[in-house]
Every structure is written in structure tokens, then in C-alpha cells.
């Protein structure tokens, strides 16, 4: 009974290829967010939703897109990806935005 | 953005008090000031947060000086599971939500 699980947990693919990571939380939470952690440990947030509408939309390249079907999922697809993106991905959510967040367990990509 | 200053690491004894100092001497008045833990590789675990008045929960106290510009998370016995990067951090509005902007932290080593 994970509270946000994210798949998959390690992701190793070539430059150029498309892939996904999954986001769930069963908090029933409204709010859910999706932040990258680089080599130098910075975390930084990405995108938030609340209740499936985008209400934080940070400074990434249009390759990311997230994708929230329901308020307990947001996916994130990566087009085209690059060595750049090579970083731990975070999902998190909460109650409301502004909350205290409840982080997942992170999804670790490696471009090569 | 109020930006938060934090010592880059700090040593504590089993069983000692450990007082994580946070400078964040731009905030404004409506500005909370929330406290994460990232152990290892995890994903960021939520400690406690406040605004103005003084807050203590299962987890640790936290000491915010009556102007705001600093405050101070107590964790009254460290054990060596509390050895974790700490973030301050002021939590902003953003988009249409609001944001935790992760700074470097303090690394804890909590020693035997």
C-alpha cells in the first residue's frame, strides 16, 4: 500500500528514444507534482497538476510532456530524449497545492 | 523568490539535539517555511512547517525568530537514521499553485 509508486524504478535507454514514467498515489490527493534531481543533487520542480489541470508549468523543454487522466495519475512522457536528461525523476503530491507534499521513490534515467 | 541559506553540513552525536540553522531573511509575510529530509536516494520526506509561531510534531520542532528572517529545525535525539540532506525552504507562489524550490541543503551526519 505504497503511497505514490513510480514506474519504472531505473530506466536506461540510447539518445533519441521516447519513453514514459508512470506516477500513481492512492492519498486521494488533488494535487500532484513531478520535480528532476540532477547529478549536483539540485532538486527542481517540473510541472504540477491539480485535479488533472496543469497549474505549474516551469521553464523545460517542450520534450516533456505530462499527461494527468485522472487526479491519482500523472505520467511523464520524454520525446527525442538527450544526455541532458539523464537525472532521478521525482513524483510527489498532496492534499491541495501548498500542502505538505508526499514524495515517490524516484525513477533514475540514464541516457546513453 | 525568498532564497534560503543553510550551512553546507553538520556533525551531531547519537543521541544529541541536532539545531539546523535556516537564513531566509527576504521572506515575506505571507511566506511559510517548510522543512524536507531526502535520506539516501529516497525521495524527499516532509518534517514540519510554519509560518509564525514556534511548531513541534512527532518529528522535530521548529524555531522561527520573531522578524522571520531565520528559523531553526531541532531534532531533540538524533539517531543514525536521521544521518540526511535538509532542506529549508520557502514555500512561493507559482504558476497557479505554489512551489518548493529545493535548495543545496544541510548534510546531517548524525555519528555514533
Known amino acids: 500500500d505504497t503511497a505514490v509508486s513510480q514506474t519504472p524504478k531505473y530506466l536506461v535507454t540510447q539518445m533519441g528514444n521516447d519513453k514514459s514514467i508512470k506516477c500513481e498515489q492512492n492519498?486521494?490527493?488533488?494535487?500532484m507534482y513531478w520535480y528532476k534531481q540532477d547529478s549536483k543533487k539540485f532538486l527542481k520542480i517540473m510541472f504540477s497538476?491539480?485535479?488533472?489541470?496543469?497549474?505549474i508549468n516551469e521553464t523545460v523543454p517542450n520534450r516533456f510532456s505530462p499527461k494527468s487522466p485522472d487526479k491519482a495519475h500523472l505520467n511523464l512522457h520524454i520525446n527525442s530524449l538527450e544526455l541532458g536528461d539523464s537525472a532521478v525523476y521525482f513524483c510527489?503530491?498532496?492534499?491541495?497545492?501548498?500542502?505538505?507534499?508526499?514524495f515517490g521513490p524516484g525513477t533514475r534515467l540514464t541516457v546513453l | 523568490d525568498a532564497k534560503t541559506t543553510q550551512p553546507p553540513s553538520m556533525d551531531c552525536a547519537e543521541g544529541r539535539a541536532a539545531n539546523l540553522p535556516c537564513n531566509h531573511s527576504?521572506?515575506?509575510?505571507?511566506?511559510?517555511v517548510y522543512w524536507y529530509r531526502q535520506i539516501h536516494s529516497q525521495g524527499p520526506q516532509y518534517i514540519i512547517h510554519?509560518?509564525?509561531n514556534n511548531e513541534t510534531n512527532e518529528m522535530a520542532s521548529l524555531i522561527i525568530t520573531e522578524d522571520r528572517k531565520s528559523s531553526t529545525l531541532i531534532l531533540p535525539h538524533a539517531t543514525l537514521r536521521d544521518t540526511a540532506v535538509y532542506y529549508c525552504?520557502?514555500?512561493?507562489?507559482?504558476?497557479?499553485?505554489?512551489?518548493?524550490?529545493f535548495g543545496k541543503g544541510t548534510s546531517l551526519l548524525v555519528t555514533p
Open positions: 510527489a503530491s498532496s492534499l491541495t497545492s501548498g500542502n505538505e507534499q508526499f
Open positions: 492519498l486521494g490527493h488533488d494535487t
Open positions: 497538476y491539480n485535479n488533472k489541470e496543469l497549474i
Open positions: 527576504t521572506i515575506s509575510g505571507n511566506e511559510y
Open positions: 510554519g509560518l509564525k
Open positions: 525552504i520557502v514555500r512561493v507562489a507559482q504558476g497557479s499553485g505554489y512551489a518548493l524550490n
